[in-house]
């Protein structure tokens, strides 16, 4: 099992940034990828960042290339979603998870979820 605390949400204005972290706990070992979702209200869950632990490749949304980054600090065992140049359409739920296959799509398989933190984008 895998525990992931999400952290770092809150109000931010338009144009400013944020960065969340997702502490792991557990059995860390068997993860493979570490991926950020969100979901807004009356939308569906999306894939927003991804990254490959063992290597330090990423994939992003498209909405979010370019304004987002995921970074790891394993001896930390945790992982980052900067957040910059936030716009509205960025309010959601935004959830930690962790991924144990080595294959598939970046944001298919994912086993174990945090509880989610809030973020809120204002004009």
């Known amino acids: 099992q895998v525990q992931l605390v999400e952290s770092g949400g809150g109000s931010v204005q338009a144009g400013g940034s944020r960065r969340l972290s997702c502490v792991a706990s557990?059995?860390?070992?068997?993860?493979?990828?570490m991926g950020w979702f969100r979901q807004a209200p009356g939308k569906g869950r999306e894939g927003v960042a991804s990254?490959?632990?063992?290597?330090?490749?990423?994939f992003y949304a498209d909405s979010v290339k370019g304004r987002f980054t995921i970074s790891q600090d394993n001896d930390k065992n945790t992982v980052y979603l900067q957040m910059n140049s936030l716009i509205p359409e960025d309010t959601a739920m935004y959830y930690c998870?962790?991924?144990?296959?080595?294959?598939?799509?970046?944001?298919?398989?994912?086993?174990?979820w945090g509880q989610g933190t809030q973020v809120t984008v204002s004009e």
């Open positions: 998870a962790a991924k144990t296959m080595s294959y598939g799509d970046w944001f298919d398989y994912y086993t174990f």
């Open positions: 557990g059995a860390t070992h068997s993860t493979r990828f």
């Open positions: 990254i490959y632990t063992s290597a330090g490749r990423t």
